[in-house]
């Protein structure tokens, strides 16, 4: 492909593509064994904020921030003014708002689906009062994940628990503004070691669809098994137009939250193409909320950040090259080689220049990572933070 072409698609992909960063991503967290804290994390909502704005500032591809209710807005909707300052401060507004039904006491049998009436009822509240939050800050997105499920064989009605969901979502889509949109995410394991009420997108597609036309599915990529075909997945709810959006991460073994492409960027130029594929064919946006779901224990949280915006944006305008047009001929004439090569070509051309004359030209820094590294930001946060995070429990116990 001439050069110039490269540099026309790219730009133009590049143009339309944004990633919402989580809030979660900030902060000191860590595996089950116990946490590393970061001299630099952000202690307070504000630190994310602040946060947020300088990746996006260096990338000019994440203006918003995911928020978990319980983590971010302690106080429900009565935290909502104190967002909206803090979004007019940092020019970053809030993104997808995300429920918290897994971490209290309550939930430890479930929560839409504990066998407890009293308890079913406190998750769809917090789902009400998320919803609520949703709607105040701009009809947000509300994007569900539920640790729900159990350990042991025959401790549970799955079935029970099937209705229990059914009648929860449909319950909470009842609630959703104009504009907002209800997102359920899945995966197959963890917290739960036997069964998860919501264990994949058959059982997330279900239940959306039986919620409401404003409800669809959200693929986090380190949900699914090791041989799991995930552009497939794609494709199927790109055709049921059940799509609504991306966790993105890597993951080796299981829901490891790698660094987007650190393992495997092929998968990811794969996902972005059946979306390309999709969008060709159909001349349609597909509207997708591709947010970044991933909180690093070991490198640094703003390096994580831009660097996965980064090699984001490389993949999605890899995946931009493909000649959609061509490509469906070859496929009806099954042309397999041909077919193949130049879908594989496009993943193997080295777009960098591209993306970095497109930042040049948007007067963004050439290379974000090198920018952030020499502009201080992380030493200043060290030096604001360092002593707050130093006394900040580590162990798991
Ligand atoms: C669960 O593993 C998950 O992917 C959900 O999206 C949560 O909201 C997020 O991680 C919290 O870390
Ligand atoms: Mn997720």
């Not at 509300?142 to 729900?148: T, V």
């Not at 058959?202 to 036309?213: I, R, T, V």
């Not at 944006?313 to 496929?331: N, R």
Request: one cysteine or more; proline letters at 4%.
């Amino acid at each position: 492909m001439k050069s110039d072409l490269i540099h026309q698609r790219i730009s133009k992909a590049l143009d339309s593509f944004v990633i919402e960063l989580p809030s979660w991503g900030f902060s000191n967290t860590g595996t089950r064994f116990g946490k590393f804290i970061q001299p630099a994390a952000a202690i307070t909502l504000e630190h994310k904020f602040c946060d947020a704005e300088e990746v996006n500032r260096l990338t000019g591809a994440a203006p918003t921030m995911a928020l978990h209710v319980l983590w971010d807005l302690p106080n429900g909707v009565a935290d909502v003014p104190l967002i909206r300052a803090l979004e007019a401060k940092h020019g970053i507004k809030a993104g997808s708002i995300n429920p918290n039904l897994f971490q209290d006491q309550q939930y430890k049998f479930g929560s839409l689906c504990n066998p407890s009436r009293e308890i079913r009822g406190q998750a769809l509240q917090h789902l009400l009062d998320s919803i609520a939050i949703g709607r105040e800050l701009g009809d947000r997105d509300i994007s569900i994940w539920m640790a729900d499920g159990s350990n042991y064989p025959g401790t549970q009605s799955i079935r029970k628990r099937i209705g229990w969901l059914q009648a929860g979502f449909a319950e909470a889509h009842g609630h959703l503004g104009p504009k907002q949109r209800m997102l359920i995410e899945y995966k197959p394991f963890e917290p739960a070691f036997y069964h998860t009420d919501i264990a994949d997108w058959g059982m997330a597609y279900s239940l959306a669809k039986g919620a409401g036309p404003r409800a669809s599915v959200l693929v986090d990529t380190g949900h699914h098994y090791q041989a799991q075909n995930i552009e497939q997945i794609v494709a199927w709810l790109l055709s049921g137009k059940m799509l609504g959006g991306f966790h993105f991460n890597d993951r080796r073994y299981a829901d490891d939250d790698l660094t987007l492409g650190s393992i495997d960027p092929y998968q990811v130029f794969r996902i972005f193409a059946e979306i390309f594929a999709y969008a060709a064919e159909t001349r349609t946006d597909p509207g997708i909320a591709y947010m970044i779901d991933q909180s690093h224990n070991l490198k640094g949280k703003v390096e994580a950040a831009v660097q996965t915006v980064i090699t984001a944006q490389e993949l999605f305008a890899k995946a931009a090259l493909i000649d959609q047009e061509k490509l469906a001929k070859l496929q009806d004439a099954c042309d397999l080689v041909a077919a193949e090569e130049l879908y594989r070509s496009a993943f193997w051309e080295d777009v960098r220049p591209a993306v970095k004359s497109w930042r040049h030209q948007r007067g963004l820094p050439d290379d974000p990572l090198h920018a952030l590294i020499e502009g201080g930001y992380v030493a200043r946060a060290i030096a604001e933070r360092g002593e707050r995070n130093a006394g900040a429990v580590a162990s798991y116990a």
